[in-house]
């Protein structure tokens, strides 16, 4: 398959952040040929790139992929009361039908507002990957640990099932899994090991929640005599596979264990305020050490959305007024957060999270044409502080459009819907 955008504006985050106007090629997945200058060749797709923004497609580094079945669904609300009362009874009821459906759905939404990588821990991910493959988005599939069992297998099947997981989806062209145990407090020392066990042997990612309430932290130290860090750094999974969500509650010291150890971060802000967990991750202070940070959604029920832009603006704008400093979080670094930082928070920096060619062709396109885009003093600015999900009218991942000018290509946008919506409510009745 061939794709040629012409005459656009490229945000091409590369390693000098460049903006180009010209043209892409693109043909069997790649970036081919980046030209200021026209490309005569004949493709499958030729896309008219007047009055468009062409970047990298987003990457989501946290989220839980069928909970768009949850959105709305028992807000403001206290963390735990919301969900012992909320959410565990709904999704002791999932199945795989309502696992597929709210998987479309987040597709959809992700496809339409730009993102085209997500890294994801839920239960049933064998079926959350066969859609995610069938539909053509690129997934980090994250086999969620719990040490009481999940809604799909029982404890002691747990890492059985886990093992097998991930011998079907490892040579995959557009999925990787992932190994995702869910937090130090639902997974003890046993589990956490052999998490790291499978993970080395495999050559695979780990995915973790970790100190993302004042609570979770006391509880674990109350528990083991070490904060959440200090409990993955004793049994070696504070490593360079590892990818810890949320981190809200960490010390500086903490920090300097994370960048010696090699691991990751993901940010998820805006789930962090609408949960109110008091605390805020120190973006800062992670960037000063040089630990690499990715945004993520976390799950549409706690979101509620799975926009990307909406987590770019949120995170400038919270640090911003955290520090009352206008200048400590710029709007390229959120666009950095979001495109080549979480690629790197994934090991795959070297194939998308910049337009560059010889990297995949893992493209997104936006409408610069509208009233809130207009003027174009700062492109870069405009991303973060203007741009919405839904000014996103093509979506190309490893050189196969997804949307184009706004129509799918791969879903069905009302039937999809409409059976969302109906179950839905079957679950939630």
Known sequence: ??????????????????????????????????????????????????????????????????????????????????????????????????????????????????????????????????????IGTRGFLGFALIDSGTPEYSAEDLLPKCEQFVRRWKNKDLLQPVIAPHAIYTCGPETLQKSLEIANKHDIHLHIHCSETREEVYDVQNRYGLRPIGQLKKYGLLCKKMVLVHCGWITKNEILDIKKGGSKVSHNPVS?????????????????????????????????????????????????????????????????????????????????????????????????????LTPQHDLVSHLVYSARGSDVVTTIVSGKPLMLEGEFLTLNYDELLENAEKCAKELTS
């Open 1 to 134: 398959m061939s794709v040629l955008i012409k005459d656009c504006t490229i945000l091409t985050q590369n390693e000098r952040r460049q903006q180009l106007h010209g043209n892409i090629y693109v043909e069997d997945k790649e970036v081919v040929q980046i030209s200021k200058k026209p490309i005569p060749i004949e493709t499958d797709y030729k896309i008219d790139g007047r009055k468009k923004l062409v970047l990298p497609g987003l990457i989501n580094t946290h989220t839980h992929i069928p909970m768009t079945l949850l959105r709305g669904y028992g807000d403001d609300m206290v963390l735990q009361k919301w969900l012992e009362e909320k959410i565990w009874p709904v999704e002791s009821k999932l199945n795989n039908e309502s696992v597929e459906i709210g998987t479309k759905l987040g597709l959809l939404e992700m496809i339409a507002s730009g993102t085209t990588s997500f890294l994801d821990m839920y239960f049933f991910e064998e079926i959350i990957g066969k859609i995610t493959e069938k």
């Open 272 to 372: 962090n305020m609408k949960i109110a967990t008091g605390g805020y991750a120190p973006i800062p202070e992670l960037i000063e050490a040089n630990v690499t940070v990715g945004l993520g959604t976390d799950g549409a029920a706690s979101n509620n959305t799975l926009d990307m832009f909406d987590t770019m603006k949120f995170c400038a704008l919270v640090h911003k007024q955290h520090r009352w400093d206008p200048i400590v979080l710029p709007a390229q670094t959120v666009v950095d957060f979001a495109t080549i930082g979480g690629a790197k928070c994934l090991g795959v920096e070297k194939e998308i999270g910049s337009i560059e060619e010889g990297k995949k062709a893992d493209i997104i396109m936006l409408d610069l044409k509208k009233p809130h």
